[in-house]
């Protein structure tokens, strides 16, 4: 399987990936979710023009292939996907009980003392 280069981000109460695929037809991307293992297959063919006679070619075809661990604490179920100029975007909340909050700390103004 060729490469697919990927940027993974959290921002705010989700995280984000990125995978280049561009010249990818979307209708070949499959994109799966098993336990925490995200799965992205997508396919580009190459033109099968027998009157071309190729002099350079650079640009990967044929099938691509990444898998990703998720972490525990995203919500897979509310996963969202967008394939738009050649990046498919990823995006996953972070589930609730995850996110950082804010602690109160309690303080005695005063103190008492015990007399006995």
Request: charged content about 30%; glycine content about 6%.
């Amino acid at each position: 399987p060729a490469a697919m280069p990927i940027d993974a981000f959290r921002r705010g109460d989700e995280f984000i990936i990125h995978f280049d695929l561009p010249g990818v037809d979307a209708s070949s991307i499959d994109l799966t979710v098993e336990k925490n293992v995200l799965t992205v297959h997508a396919t580009r063919v190459r033109s099968a023009d027998d009157e071309v006679e190729m002099i350079v070619a650079e640009r990967p075809h044929g099938t691509f292939s990444r898998q990703l661990f998720l972490g525990d604490t995203l919500d897979v179920e509310k996963l969202e996907a967008d394939y738009s100029d050649g990046v498919l975007t990823i995006q996953i909340p972070v589930l609730e009980a995850a996110q950082p909050r804010k602690i109160q700390i309690a303080h005695a103004s005063e103190r008492r003392e015990i007399t006995g």
